[in-house]
């Protein structure tokens, strides 16, 4: 299904070259499907052809009408002169793919033409390194066809999972800004790992790798965390202790005041963008 789709990329940011990196080398598609195009920085786009061997072009030499898959990478308020732009030159055979924070399907149809197939992609920071998980949703036009060929394509970066837009809210408030709650967990166990004696290095090391194994064991196994966590906790033992901490300074309902926090500033974003942009 991959081998002769062609996307044409508009932006060249650091998450486009994950997702087009992804492609190459996870072989999703032939890097001679790939075109990267922006406005600015022509040193950056010859970077990226360099480097993966894909195509790259100045924005007014992109040829639009040639890409099944046109890839939304630029920043979201660059999206409405963009969407203008290319609304002329789109048909609906072709499909409209963003990766714009803020940007929904819904605006996306307001400014192309009507029926137009568009999906919006919400990748995470650790895209990266192949390690994304990705939420995928489709507008009104956009068929299970559609969805299966963005999977295929966001799958070269990590997880893939379809949601309901008005989900996408919370799924950045866990997925999107999740790395930097993890981040500062790690940040503050490295801190007392070191305090208490071990070499930073080794703080990190320690640090990390426990939590990527806990999660790898809930992802490999599908076992609850619930499970998992009265399944490696001894009563009066180490980790009932640490625990018991953890509860008394509420870090659970710390956590839940994180996520519900960021999926309420996500949906102020998104609203606030749309009503100046629209």
């Known amino acids: 299904m991959l081998e002769t789709k062609k996307v044409l990329f508009i932006g060249a940011g650091s998450m486009a070259e994950a997702i087009a990196a992804g492609m190459v080398t996870q072989d ?3 890097a001679s499907n790939i075109t990267m195009t922006n406005k600015q920085n022509d ?3 010859i ?12 924005y007014h030499e992109a040829k639009i009408d040639e890409a099944d898959v046109i890839l939304l990478a630029m920043k979201p ?16 055979n072709q499909i409209i793919m963003s990766v714009l924070a803020g940007i929904s399907t819904s605006y996306m149809e307001e400014l192309l033409p009507e029926g137009q197939p568009v999906i919006r992609v919400m990748p995470n920071t650790s895209s990266t390194i192949g390690e994304s998980i990705t939420a995928i949703t489709g507008g009104n036009s956009v068929s299970m066809e559609h969805i299966e060929l963005a999977k295929a394509l966001f799958s070269a970066i ?3 999972k379809v949601i309901d837009e008005e989900q996408m809210d919370v799924f950045t408030g866990i997925a999107g800004s999740g790395p930097a709650y993890i981040y500062y967990i790690l940040e503050h166990i490295e801190k007392t790992a070191v305090a208490e004696g071990l070499d930073e290095d080794m703080a990190r090391e320690i640090a990390a790798q426990t939590i990527f194994g806990a999660s790898k064991m809930v992802l490999d196994t599908n076992a609850d965390p619930e499970t998992l ?3 490696v ?7 009932a202790a640490g625990l018991d901490a953890l509860r008394e300074n ?7 005041e994180a996520i519900l926090s960021a999926k309420k500033r996500s949906a102020e974003i998104r609203k606030e963008f749309e009503k100046v942009s629209v």
């Open 28 to 30: 999703k598609l032939p």
């Open 43 to 45: 040193e950056r786009r």
């Open 47 to 58: 970077e990226l052809m360099k480097k993966y061997k894909v195509g790259a072009l100045p």
């Open 77 to 92: 308020k660059d999206a409405e002169s963009a969407l203008l732009e290319l609304a002329p030159h789109v048909n609906s």
């Open 158 to 160: 990590g997880r893939v």
């Open 229 to 231: 966590r009265k399944r």
């Open 233 to 239: 906790t001894s009563p009066n033992g180490t980790t």
């Open 250 to 256: 509420h870090a659970g309902q710390a956590f839940s």
